[in-house]
């Protein structure tokens, strides 16, 4: 029997849809923190593919999620293009900012990113072994845009401006980046699924903060052209994009970019996507990630809006973002129980 993801990324209506959870191995499981400290930090786990396999599972295990993501993180792929990456605690990602690291050209070729993400391709291979039958194991990557502009800046930050001013300054140059990041992306992504990954999600996380022909030319057009190439190859692979905080640029995005599906962010309304958007296909997510940390009477409310509203309709259940480490795990049982019809 096909598992229930791959039949609602196919476009099946499903009386209880789906779920897993962005961020759903994380700080919030006491166990991942346990596994975290005995890998060393977090890089050091995301390239160790039996502790790496470990805290992918943890949550599977846990929660019976339908589907596992790969552990590991969208800024690999910078570091496999020779960028330094370092994870400042209680910050986040830190790298060289590629005009100080020597820019485009001090890059390595997209080709060359396999030595650096070998032991993901690794973990891939042991979570097709041992994650059970019936679960869908989940490849991803950042989208370039995303990933460009943590390596100009070197950092995230909130408006991306300095992405921004690349754009404004040298737009053929960035243009140049994308490119770059592409290819890596396309390479990456190629070995997990041909690893064992079954579906493939492309995180845009920054892509609100593209408008116009900027969203055009650095979300949409590097998304369909990475969509093709891999259609291409695994044409039997679905694609989850999610364009984040793209509001009205949303609609037609998984037209445009041959996307199987669009991950929604929690500023959408999920009637407005029921009506705009699951026509084109599935949709997933929605859910605002601070349920899993008040819970209560929303949280099932919330719950309950989200799958009615979806219910005519391909739809994998979902958070629009992250869950947060101060997450309740209790809060995360009781909405799977929810959508499961508890
Ligand atoms: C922008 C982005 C990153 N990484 C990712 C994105 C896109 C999705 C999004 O918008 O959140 C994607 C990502 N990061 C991680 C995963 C693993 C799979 C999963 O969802 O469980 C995935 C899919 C692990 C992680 N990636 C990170 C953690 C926390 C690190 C830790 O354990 O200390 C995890 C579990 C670190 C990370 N990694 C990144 C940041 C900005 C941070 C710091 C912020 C934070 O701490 O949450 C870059």
């Known amino acids: 029997?096909?598992?229930?993801?791959?039949?609602?990324?196919?476009?099946?209506?499903?009386?209880?849809?789906?779920?897993?959870?962005?961020r759903q191995a994380g700080r919030y499981l006491p166990e991942y923190r346990a596994t975290r400290a005995e890998a060393g930090d977090f890089l050091k786990l995301c390239y160790n593919p039996e502790l790496a396999a470990e805290v992918t599972l943890q949550p599977i295990r846990r929660f019976g999620f339908?589907?596992?993501?790969?552990?590991?993180?969208?800024?690999?792929?910078?570091?496999?293009?020779?960028q330094d990456l370092w994870f400042v605690t209680g910050e986040g990602p830190r790298l060289t900012p590629l005009a100080e690291a020597g820019g485009l050209a001090a890059l390595?070729?997209?080709?060359?990113?396999?030595?650096?993400?070998?032991?993901?391709?690794?973990?891939?291979?042991?979570?097709?072994?041992?994650?059970p039958p019936e679960v869908t194991l989940i490849g991803f990557a950042g989208a370039p845009w995303t990933v460009?502009?943590?390596?100009?800046?070197?950092?995230?930050?909130?408006?991306?401006?300095?992405?921004?001013?690349?754009?404004?300054e040298d737009r053929a140059g960035f243009a140049a980046l994308i490119g770059r990041i592409e290819q890596a992306t396309i390479a990456y992504v190629s070995a997990q699924i041909e690893a064992g990954a079954e579906v493939v999600k492309l995180f845009d996380s920054w892509a609100g903060s593209l408008k116009g022909t900027d969203f055009d030319d650095f979300a949409l057009a590097p998304t369909a052209r990475i969509i093709a190439a891999l259609k291409a190859r695994h044409p039997h692979v679905p694609v989850i994009?999610?364009?984040?905080?793209?509001?009205?640029?949303?609609?037609?995005?998984?037209?445009?970019?041959?996307?199987?599906?669009?991950?929604?962010?929690?500023?959408?309304s999920a009637d407005w996507a029921a009506a705009n958007l699951q026509p084109d296909g599935c949709v997933q997510g929605n859910l605002a990630p601070g349920h899993m940390v008040t819970g209560g009477p929303a949280l099932d409310a919330e719950t309950r809006r989200i799958v009615q509203a979806f219910s005519g309709g391909p739809h994998v259940f979902n958070l629009g973002h992250g869950i947060t480490p101060d997450a309740d795990p209790?809060?995360?049982a009781r909405m799977i129980e929810v959508v499961r019809g508890g």
């Not at 029997?1 to 962005?22: F, H, N, S, Y």
């Not at 460009?148 to 404004?168: C, E, F, L, N």
């Open 241 to 268: 994009a999610f364009p984040r905080e793209a509001k009205e640029r949303y609609i037609g995005f998984a037209r445009a970019t041959g996307a199987d599906c669009l991950a929604l962010d929690n500023s959408v």
């Open 330 to 332: 209790a809060n995360v």
């Open 1 to 22: 029997m096909t598992k229930t993801i791959l039949r609602a990324l196919r476009g099946e209506r499903q009386d209880v849809p789906p779920i897993w959870m962005m």
């Open 66 to 82: 339908d589907a596992a993501i790969l552990f590991a993180d969208i800024l690999l792929v910078p570091q496999a293009l020779g």
């Open 148 to 168: 460009a502009t943590y390596m100009v800046a070197g950092r995230g930050s909130k408006d991306q401006g300095a992405a921004h001013r690349m754009i404004a």
């Open 108 to 131: 390595r070729g997209a080709d060359d990113v396999h030595d650096t993400l070998a032991p993901i391709y690794e973990t891939v291979r042991i979570l097709s072994r041992e994650l």
